[in-house]
């Protein structure tokens, strides 16, 4: 199991691997086994894949180039978020010392 969390964890994949999993098929398997697949929320979310898979080469935006943009924002969204929640310095000075630029960095 310790294998497997480390393979999980390696950064190549756990991002371009694992959090769009996650996304794509966690969100839909997560949505379906707790509202049903005729929720509101999961019609939703299939809805808009059909449509945005639809009615993007209405508009020249090949459908293929779209879910590469999608895969490509969910990463570096993922990236943020990480990044946000695994670096937590804190700026602490004394009150004589305290600088607003500093603590808003």
């Given at each position: 199991m310790k294998i497997l969390v480390r393979i999980v964890r390696e950064p190549v994949i756990f991002f371009f691997v694992t959090a769009p999993f996650v996304w794509f098929v966690g969100?839909?398997?997560?949505?379906s086994r707790k509202e049903g697949i005729i929720s509101a929320?999961?019609?939703?979310?299939?809805?808009?894949?059909?449509?945005?898979?639809?009615v993007c080469p209405l508009f020249g935006i090949s459908a293929l180039g779209m879910w590469i943009t999608v895969y490509m924002t969910n990463i570096m969204g993922t990236m943020l978020f990480h990044l946000q929640h695994s670096v937590n310095l804190p700026y602490r000075e004394r009150k004589e010392?305290?600088?607003?630029?500093?603590?808003?960095?």
């Open positions: 969100l839909f398997y997560g949505i929320s999961f019609i939703e979310k299939m809805l808009s894949v059909v449509i945005f898979t639809w010392k305290w600088n607003f630029a500093k603590a808003a960095l």
